[in-house]
């Protein structure tokens, strides 16, 4: 780990000048949930008890701690990204820090440095809260919004796994559509433009978006000085703080209420309008489109009625509104939805008054997609990093735009930053939401959000090697975005992942994990074509076939106890353990029917307990005595490959520095070659230490072959996309 990681240009470097490379997990999934009560998404007792939670113990309790980061470690990570939520900072009330939760936080990030890992703070969130379907902020949020969030299965103001009938049948990734359902479209549009859209929402003399702003960046703050006073964390370990979580515009830019915004792309089971969803919130039946998802999209299946019989999504008028202490100004009405307070809508006749009531600012600027990210969204951005930076001096922050979406303009301006980061998100959406690996045909999503084409027909890339180009194009695009309109900055992609249980979970019986292999090549082929870090999505310490992550039924750890994991109660430092895996060196249940282990090889804890490790542990450059030019693996070949420009040869303290791991190298069957210098390696560490002359240098080596790796059969493609395209 670098003592101080700089930043020069889009390259990070170590204190010896050599380029370090960012590879990572996301710790983790289940840190969305608090363990007192343990609130998996399928558990609905004591659900709405939200000011009575606990987070101490996410990712995982500290006398676990050592198995599961060495298992990282090993496994060629030396980068974390660490989730925490607003709620396990400040749920029990305004103002209300859980210090226990906070000193828990601090022991586990005493452990990262232990392990040698550099780790950034991640705010996280999804649709707001998990009480609107997600995570993120304190249940009294919503209450300081005026909803009722007990209110919500009724309205289909938000779609919520805790209170959903049949948690074993929950749509899979439908939770993502509550970011166009009632409350996550107010919410959002309250906390980042509450000034502009809902002035009569004032809360103890603030209106409500500055009301929830200083409650956050305070929250935030107090953690960072908490951090800042433990005295040994700060750039040595804790090298830096990303954004808000996936932030999303809520209603900001909307041309009109009652149609689609052509940007909404995301429709699964009930897709009303933003108007309709306004109706249903305030108890009115509605009859709403219903969706689902296809090989290319969503497609329309009918329609349904919602009828909430009345009632509303809103707080009741004759509700005790002192429970939080908070004092509510007298214009702002209980028991009435906000819009109509507004003049969006009168509730009287249920007529839509101002249809365009979110395309223009309060100063009559026209909104979009582009004025969200680039008002809005900086708005808070420059405020959240002020806040940060007012305690971690030189952290680096991690700017994270909306998904998908073109980043802000940063470059030329007051906010240019020498220690800031692009930190997209990059999922292949076909995969992620059919749950299956289509290794026929996908498509250019970026390239059809970006309008290159003039029918998404025409972004079918066809075949395995056509598929894995294009990953790697769109990850190289949204880097050249971020280089055009953040500045020369590095690039690291915060999430990027897999579903595990493609297939209806196939794997889990057969053993056969080969769809999970080549989609999880697929991704770090195109991570590694565009030169970029990662963190992958993710690492969850309570992943199991069952449950998955234990929120909203995704499935996306690359660990599960339930692939022959050794515990923690097995495991001691130095690696021995009665569960060991003795005779092979991928866990049984990562060997497909068509893959093979050698019995002699690697018996480590390090396999135990993964999934398709045999695509995510790989070859990498951990420290480069020069720049980069390229790098790779080849998993069917088993054959790694690098080629660097030095600016001088490398002195014997600081040698280029790169992953090998037994898994596919073992030390006495790999073969290495260089254009020149000296090289050795460390089977216990896992490091190959390369000295090389100045000049334009290489290596290359290459490994055992364990895995029968499929070929594509393009011409069946072929056959396939022509049946696709015929339906289209």
């Known amino acids: ?122 705010p996280h969130q999804d649709v707001w809260s998990r009480f609107s379907g997600g995570s993120g902020a304190p249940m009294w949020t919503l209450y300081a919004m005026g909803f009722n969030p007990r209110a919500f299965v009724a309205t289909e103001a938000a779609l919520v796994h805790n209170t959903y009938p049949d948690p074993q049948n929950f749509p899979k990734m439908i939770w993502s559509t509550n970011y166009t359902r009632l409350a996550c479209m107010t919410m959002f549009t309250m906390f980042f433009a509450g000034r502009d859209f809902t002035p009569k929402c004032i809360i103890d003399g603030k209106n409500i978006q500055d009301y929830l702003h200083e409650h956050y960046l305070h929250a935030i703050k107090h953690l960072a000085l908490r951090i800042n006073e433990a005295g040994d964390l700060e750039d040595s370990t804790v090298i830096g703080w990303e954004s808000l979580n996936e932030p999303n515009r809520g209603l900001i830019g909307y041309q009109r209420l009652d149609a689609y915004p052509e940007e909404q792309k995301n429709h699964k089971g009930t897709s009303p309008t933003a108007w309709q969803a306004i109706l249903t919130g305030s108890g009115r039946a509605c009859d709403v489109d219903t969706y689902e998802m296809g090989g290319t999209g969503p497609f329309k299946t009918g329609t349904t009625l919602i009828d909430p019989q009345g009632v509303q999504a809103w707080l009741p008028a004759d509700y005790d509104d002192s429970r939080y202490g908070w004092k509510r100004d007298p214009g702002w009405k209980l028991g009435e939805c906000i819009w109509a307070q507004h003049g969006v809508w009168d509730s009287e006749t249920d007529t839509l008054l101002r249809n365009d009531y979110f395309s223009k600012a309060s100063d009559g600027t026209p909104l979009g997609t582009h004025e969200w990210c680039n008002i809005y969204f900086m708005n808070h951005y420059r405020q959240y990093s002020k806040a940060v930076r007012s305690v971690h001096k030189k952290g680096i922050m991690f700017c994270q735009p909306p998904v998908f979406e073109i980043p802000p303009v940063i470059k030329g301006t007051a906010d240019e930053d020498d220690r800031l980061v692009y930190a997209p998100h990059f999922y292949d959406g076909i995969t992620l939401m059919t749950k299956s690996w289509n290794r026929y045909w996908n498509i250019d999503v970026l390239g059809v959000l970006r309008g290159r084409y003039l029918s998404p027909v025409f972004a079918i890339k066809i075949g395995e090697t056509a598929i894995r180009n294009c990953f790697k194009d769109q990850l190289t695009a949204m880097r050249e975005e971020g280089i055009q309109n953040i500045g020369q900055t590095p690039c690291l992609f915060s999430e990027i992942g897999i579903p595990y249980d493609m297939d209806k979970k196939a794997a889990y019986s057969s053993g056969n994990y080969s769809s999970q292999i080549s989609a999880m090549d697929a991704n770090h082929f195109a991570l590694e074509g565009a030169s970029v870090g990662f963190t992958l999505w993710t690492y969850c310490a309570t992943n199991d076939h069952t449950w998955g992550d234990q929120w909203n039924g995704e499935d996306l750890s690359i660990f599960s106890v339930d692939d022959n994991a050794v515990s923690a109660t097995e495991f001691n430092p130095d690696g021995k353990t009665q569960a060991m895996v003795e005779t092979a060196s991928i866990a049984p249940s990562s060997v497909s029917s068509e893959m093979t282990a050698d019995p002699t090889r690697q018996p480590s804890i390090t396999v135990a307990g993964n999934r398709a490790a ?14 980069l030019l390229k790098y790779g693996f080849n998993l069917a070949k088993v054959t790694f490959e690098l080629k660097l420009e030095a600016g001088q040869s490398t002195k014997e303290s600081t040698a280029t520095e790169i992953f090998v791991p037994p898994l ?65």
């Open 614 to 627: 045999e695509a995510f542990i790989r070859p990498a450059p951990i420290y480069t005595a020069g720049t």
């Open 664 to 728: 596919h190298f073992p030390k006495d069957q790999m073969s290495v070659t260089t254009s020149g210098g000296k090289w050795e390696y460390n089977e216990r560490t896992r490091i190959l230490k390369w000295w090389h002359n100045e000049g334009e240098q290489s290596i290359k080596i290459v490994g055992v072959k364990t895995l029968s790796v499929e070929v594509e059969d393009e011409n069946l493609a072929l056959q396939l996309c022509d049946k696709v395209c015929l339906v289209m």
């Open 1 to 122: 780990m670098p003592q101080f990681l700089q930043i020069e240009g889009t390259l990070f470097k170590d204190e010896h000048n050599r380029q370090v490379t960012l590879r990572g997990v996301n710790l983790a999934a289940d840190a969305k949930f608090p363990t007192r009560p343990n609130q998996p998404s399928h558990v609905t007792g004591d659900f709405f008890d939200g000011d009575n939670v606990s987070f101490v113990g996410r990712p995982f309790p500290y006398e676990e701690a050592d198995v599961h980061l060495r298992r990282i470690r090993d496994w060629g990570f030396n980068t974390v990204r660490y989730l925490f939520t607003w709620e396990a900072i400040e749920s029990k009330g305004p103002g209300i820090y859980d210090e226990k939760w906070i000193r828990s936080t601090i022991a586990l990030l005493r452990k990262c440095k232990e392990y040698g890992l550099m780790v950034f703070m991640d």
